[in-house]
């Protein structure tokens, strides 16, 4: 598999329209099957560790490391010192396997170059300069708006406790692959870890989409968020801290934490 090879959604591999036939010889449909899901399972959860996928896919970690040895010499993964929230613990860092603008691309289905191109000719269109960013931002606001009402329904019927949650769900429907976790640390809040962006490439030109986002995210929350990492700005996860709000802080610390996953 090409490092511009698409995995498809459903691990069939892809290139554009046309489907990559192996020579003979090469690894069984089997082995691709697998390895496509080592690349979906990053996706997924973000950044991972040997051990973390092995667990996850119910795979020896002799074979995890097999696969992505494979997937980093086709540049759809690679290897990253684990970041670490607060006081580092002595010993070496665990080393985590992150996927690449190469294989994110493989899993985006978006128009990326229309997109940019749209959003350019906006900017233009109103002058440039800062009359352009603003124009941008408007339209990036009026963008999520749409989409705020489908999330502000999931996120109101649910409980106080629950409803980072809520919007993470929301958000996975959407492709955004998002969970909700506790944040480490001292800080009472949670994080809300969105491992996937289908617009990633549009707001690395474009940060006002993000920014947008961020203050969607603030108004259906009821509270200030902050925005701690973005993938359109290289880092693995976006990650966005939420701040336990009084109602929250009253609710039992016992309260369930089904379905979410680790970033």
Known sequence: MSGLAELSNNGVVKNGARTIETPQGDLATGERSTRNR?????????????ADLA???????????????????????????????????????AKVFALTDCGRDAFDQSYDKLAVDALRWIAQAAGGGERGEAAVAEFAKARLAAQAETYREAVDAAGPAERTEALAKAL?????????????????????CQHHCPVAHVAEQFPQ????????????????????????????????FIPRSAAQATTSASASTAGRNPA
């Open 38 to 50: 080592v690349a979906r399972s990053i996706l997924d959860h973000g950044p991972s560790t040997v």
């Open 55 to 93: 667990q996850r896919l119910g795979l020896t970690q002799a074979a995890v490391r097999r696969h992505l040895d494979t997937l980093v010499a086709d540049d759809v993964v690679e290897a990253r010192e684990q970041r670490v929230y607060g006081a580092r613990t002595r010993g070496r860092p």
């Open 172 to 192: 996975t429907v959407d492709g955004y692959a998002a969970t909700a976790k506790s944040a480490p640390g001292p800080h009472s809040g949670e994080q809300l």
């Open 209 to 240: 989409l993000c920014e947008a986002e961020t203050e969607v995210f603030s108004r259906l929350l009821g509270t200030h968020v902050q925005r701690l990492a973005t993938i359109a700005h290289g880092d693995g996860v976006c990650t966005t």
